[in-house]
């Protein structure tokens, strides 16, 4: 990750700092670091590789939202409520979607992880959530089996596949998930030969504003992006190499 390889530059230039090349790599170590925790650019990148929101209104009724999940701390006691991460867009959305009438039934997929302090899965507890909010509970399916996306397509094709949801076409429903994981969800469910639509949600990208605090005043955001995008980018990487995508 960038701030592991900042950090390592700077220890071994400070270590090493009565040597030239030690102080070559502390520079650059400093120099990374800024580069990396400059909110513009972090800001200018991730804006640029997630997709476009959409409007709830140019959306047409699905008979199925396929929600992923990853949006909640599943090793947090007790289980009587749902403890939300960065990435609740995820489930509030879908909740919203189904409430507007956009989507008919949700398909939650995600199991336990793996490390469960409890064996009650993600999906189980997005769905609690969603059962509270006013989600009628035959209307929601969940998948507890799925620890990474490969796996959150090839078991929801299954289901789909399967019949224990019954739709006209199993390609017409919509896929929503974060939209700087977007990219790497479809191509996993068009690798099982499902072709949905997509509803990014939980961005992170804003419209590019340059002013003396984010091209100047260095940030935590910065270094967060730049760790969002970089484990993005290796998992579309190796999972093209083992031909999940």
Not at 36 to 58: G, M, R, T
Not at 166 to 191: G, V, W, Y
Not at 194 to 203: E, S
Request: with cysteine.
């Amino acid at each position: 990750m960038p701030f592991n390889i900042c950090l390592i530059l700077i220890i071994l230039g400070y270590v090493f700092v009565k040597k030239s090349w030690g102080r070559n790599t502390l520079l650059a170590g400093i120099v990374l670091l800024l580069f990396f925790s400059n909110s513009y650019l972090s800001n200018l990148i991730i804006y640029n590789w997630e997709p476009a929101p959409k409007d709830f209104s140019s959306l047409p009724t699905y008979e199925l939202g396929v929600v992923l999940t990853g949006v909640t701390h599943i090793d947090k006691l007790p289980k009587d409520r749902t403890y939300f991460s960065r990435g609740a867009d995820r489930a509030t959305h879908t909740v919203q979607l189904y409430k507007m009438g956009k989507i008919k039934k949700i398909l939650i997929s995600g199991g336990l992880g793996f490390n469960p302090v409890h064996p009650l899965s993600e999906a189980e507890s997005l769905r609690d959530f969603m059962i509270w909010a006013g989600v009628n509970e035959k209307d929601i399916i969940v998948e507890t089996k799925a620890v990474n996306t490969h796996e959150n397509a090839l078991f929801s094709e299954k289901i789909i596949t399967s019949g224990e949801i019954e739709l006209d076409n199993p390609n017409q429903f919509l896929l929503i998930t974060s939209a700087f994981h977007m990219k790497r969800a479809e191509a996993c469910f068009n690798k099982v030969g499902l072709h949905p639509d997509t509803f990014p949600v939980d961005f992170y990208g804003k419209k590019p504003n340059a002013n003396f605090k984010s091209i100047v005043q260095p940030g935590l955001q910065g270094i967060m992006v730049w760790h969002k995008l970089t484990k993005e980018w290796v998992g579309i990487m190796v999972y093209s190499l083992v031909g999940y995508i």
